[in-house]
């Protein structure tokens, strides 16, 4: 796979950094913004529909692991609190601290995910990958965000400080959250199987829909978005080393440096966005990108 280009690596980084993180889907946009350009943009839609495994399909999971490393260097406090929680759970043998209680959060909510995904994701990706069905699923997402902002706009509890001021660092308290609660929030992950839908759009409309803030829901939904991406990561990245790396490996670092910068911006703009305003221009946005899309490709 020689003809995948550094310049077409720098945007798919880009675009992964980007679109993984704001509720507008990654995946999507990893089939629609080829398929609009053309060319031989768009034979890398065609590899990623593949049923075979291809070296594009690795491409593409290591531009998430460098989303899931910008966002461990994002909330990095949460994760140091993550690694303490396991010493606390093996020398109390229970969630005695509020570090243990998010760890023992974070693998129940990421189990069920796990499955599913592991069972789901080829059949689903093979059925899907056409442009079409990423620009319905995508106007679909705008349309699960509008609604989730119409329901919760009256319960919406006022935004929740966080103990240390400005980034995705900075804690908030969830040792009050209930496991049920977290498995919900964990599971409706599935849904961004389907191309188009947003995982964390997802994550963070079943927080507001448990009565969060946009700042909670958003914080829990990078939490969760890290461990499966990671996990996705060490199933598909070996092949880049392979042979089917030959040739890409330069293209795959420059991608994974920019999907790794582009991820980190777009988590401190969009916690701190998120702060003091709505979902509602993410809303527009998949609606109006949906739509054009449907009528280009239909």
């Not at 109390?92 to 592991?118: F, H, Q, S």
Request: include cysteine; charge should be positive; aromatic fraction near 10%.
């Amino acid at each position: 796979m020689n003809h995948l280009s550094y310049l077409q690596a720098v945007v798919m980084g880009l675009l992964q950094g980007v679109t993984e993180l704001f509720p507008v889907s990654s995946l999507g946009h990893s089939l629609l913004v080829p398929a609009w350009i053309g060319g031989s943009w768009s034979n890398l839609v065609t590899q990623q529909g593949s049923k075979s495994a291809t070296p594009f399909l690795a491409f593409i999971v290591a531009l998430h692991v460098a989303t899931a490393f910008a966002l461990i260097a994002f909330q990095w406090r949460d994760w140091l609190q993550v690694v303490g929680g396991v010493g606390d759970l093996a020398r109390d043998r229970g969630m005695r601290t509020p570090r243990a209680r998010l760890l023992v959060l974070l693998v129940a909510a990421t189990i069920p995910i796990g499955i599913i995904g592991l069972v789901l994701d080829k059949p689903l990706r093979h059925l899907f990958s056409h442009p079409l069905a990423a620009a319905i699923f995508l106007t679909v997402n705008g349309l699960v965000l509008l609604a989730v902002e119409l329901l919760t706009r009256r319960a919406r509890r006022t935004p929740e400080r966080s103990h240390a001021a400005g980034d995705g660092g900075a804690e908030l308290d969830f040792s009050h959250t209930g496991f049920g609660e977290a498995i919900a929030i964990g599971t409706s992950q599935a849904l961004a199987l389907l191309p188009g839908i947003s995982r964390s759009g997802v994550t963070i409309s079943a927080g507001l829909l448990r009565g969060w803030s946009h700042e909670r829901a958003v914080h829990f939904a990078f939490l969760l978005a890290t461990p499966i991406i990671l996990a996705a990561g060490v199933l598909k990245i070996p092949e880049l080393f392979g042979p089917e790396g030959d040739g890409i490996r330069g293209q795959v670092l420059v991608g994974f440096v920019v999907a790794f910068i582009a991820a980190y911006a777009a988590a401190r703009w969009l916690t701190r966005f998120l702060r003091t305003r709505t979902l509602y221009p993410f809303v527009i946005y998949c609606l109006i990108a949906g739509v054009v899309s449907i009528i280009r490709f239909a």
